[in-house]
């Protein structure tokens, strides 16, 4: 019968380093059993934790002091809506160096820095900038809505950083996109379909708006207003599909086209093809 490895000091939690072990009395042989992960030379992991911040935790324990994540990994770790990625993206102090599996370096400490729930991270402004050449225009506006929205007081940081950084890669891309970032989209949807209705040349609508009746009686918030027209746009997602939700749905819109407003419901089907939808709107804006 295989002996059970000896218990690990509880101080060391779920991810230490090699020296961190051996300090507390943990023998190499303990160190080298097949029950501790090695992601990376030096670290232990007692579990496989394939959740992101899990692994960012665990690796800020062997990069060089004054690292943090960035790009992809900052993103992902605050929340924003940018592609994942399966390497962890750290950029490093000048005269540091990472050659470490699963990560990717990135150079010059000249960044605006955060952390969440205590992880070293570039700040949201940084990440948004870091990522303008690797997104598309409509990708990259999408992370800036977002960034309006969960971190309000770092939006003005955005066109800041464009003008503190004008040899940035993908800077003109970010010029752009600060003409197109908007406060008060709360879904990548959102976006979409906004800038969608800027392209058809309409009028800017107002975003998550309040309307009422004649009465000023409170009719609900709602997703895009053209106020003026009397027109709503409503993007469904999939939670509007259950039924309680369609069913409240259903009550405040025929409130609403009883008031006089034309309500125009889209959804996912209307993002593979959306030229009927467009249409619809156009007829409803008078166009």
Do not use: C
């Amino acid at each position: 019968m295989h002996r059970p490895p000896a218990p690990l000091p509880d101080s060391l939690g779920s991810s230490f380093t090699w020296s961190e072990a051996i300090s507390r009395g943990v023998t190499p042989a303990r160190l080298r059993h097949r029950s501790l992960i090695s992601p990376t030379r030096g670290l232990r992991l007692t579990e496989q934790d394939i959740e992101l911040p899990g692994r960012a935790a665990a690796f800020v324990k062997v990069l060089p002091r004054g690292s943090a994540y960035s790009h992809h990994t900052a993103a992902e770790l605050l929340g924003l809506p940018a592609p994942s990625a399966t390497q962890l993206h750290v950029t490093v102090p000048d005269g540091a160096r990472v050659r470490r599996r699963g990560v990717v370096e990135h150079r010059g400490m000249g960044r605006e820095l955060g952390q969440i729930a205590g992880i070293p991270t570039t700040s949201p402004a940084q990440t948004w900038l870091d990522l303008a050449s690797d997104l598309s225009l409509d990708k990259f506006v999408i992370l800036g809505d977002a960034i309006m929205h969960a971190y309000p007081d770092h939006g003005s940081r955005l066109s800041h950083l464009t003008t503190q950084h004008p040899g940035a890669r993908g800077i003109r891309r970010a010029r752009e996109a600060i003409t197109l970032i908007r406060a008060g989209v709360l879904s990548p949807q959102e976006t979409l379909w906004r800038l969608r209705f800027r392209e058809a040349g309409f009028d800017e609508p107002e975003l998550n708006a309040e309307i009422h009746d004649t009465a000023g009686r409170w009719l609900g918030m709602v997703d895009f207003v053209w106020r003026e027209q009397r027109v709503v746009v409503e993007y469904d997602g999939d939670y509007h599909f259950t039924v309680a939700q369609r069913r409240a749905d259903q009550l405040r819109r025929r409130a609403m086209r009883a008031a006089g407003w034309t309500v125009i419901e889209i959804n996912g089907a209307d993002n593979r093809s959306p030229a009927a939808a467009m249409q619809a709107i156009a007829r409803a804006l008078g166009r």
